[in-house]
């Protein structure tokens, strides 16, 4: 899925992330601000990276600020402001797209 413009999903309200994705140049680019960051840093890196895999997303610049939010509110706050990002239209398939 392309990144074509800057996407924001989520709160920063306790137990929530707010994720923001933009288009970039190549790559994935990872940037993660957390209060939990020294417990759970590496699973939270890996829930977005895997997240992003799944939407076959290769190119984007992405930001979660973390308050200690689950790994599913993680995983849709990343899968909403890739949708939001991309200009998708219509019906969200959670049954096919989304893994």
């Not at 996407?7 to 933009?22: F, K, M, P, W």
């Amino acid at each position: 899925m392309e990144i074509k413009s800057e996407a924001t999903a989520g709160t920063l309200e306790s137990s929530d992330a707010q994720v923001t994705i933009e288009p970039s140049d190549g790559g994935i680019y990872f940037e993660l601000s957390s209060s939990v960051m020294n417990q759970y840093g590496r699973q939270i890196r890996n829930v977005v990276l895997e997240t992003l895999k799944n939407l076959e997303v290769e190119s984007a610049k992405i930001k979660v600020v973390d308050r200690g939010a689950l790994d599913s509110t993680i995983k849709a706050r990343v899968e909403c402001a890739v949708f939001r990002s991309s200009g998708w239209e219509g019906a969200i398939p959670w049954r096919g797209l989304v893994k």
